[in-house]
Nanobody, 115 residues
Framework: QVQLVESGGGMVQPGGSLRLSCATS????????MGWYRQTPGKERELVAS???????NYSDSVRGRFAISRDTAKNTISLRMDSLKPDDAGVYFC?????????WGQGTQVTVSS
């Protein structure tokens, strides 16, 4: 059974930093691309960062240069370092395989950016 457990969210002031983590199990992590997705009220879930099975990364224009995705194949985890956070970065962040082909989602972790 696939499990995705996100953690590390919270409330931070604009300009602050957070580090999100995602523990995975139940699928072949080593061979899977992974991504961090963000959902905000009234909008579709969007991909903000991805990392291939070989470590190639890609970012949405809105976060490039401020966010960094990484993976630890030994621990089956991925992380998202978020710096210089802006109010528009707020939302519920989910990790999942990338590309996502209809896979089920975890609970996500809430990120709030507010002064």
């Amino acid at each position: 059974q696939v499990q995705l457990v996100e953690s590390g969210g919270g409330m931070v002031q604009p300009g602050g930093s957070l580090r999100l983590s995602c523990a995975t199990s139940g699928f072949f992590f080593r061979f899977s691309g992974m991504g961090w997705y963000r959902q905000t009220p009234g909008k579709e879930r969007e991909l903000v960062a991805s990392i291939s099975s070989t470590g190639d990364t890609n970012y949405s224009d809105s976060v490039r240069g401020r966010f960094a995705i990484s993976r630890d194949t030994a621990k089956n985890t991925i992380s998202l370092r978020m710096d210089s956070l802006k109010p528009d970065d707020a939302g519920v962040y989910f990790c999942n395989r990338w590309p996502n082909l209809g896979y089920s989602w975890g609970q996500g972790t809430q990120v709030t950016v507010s002064s």
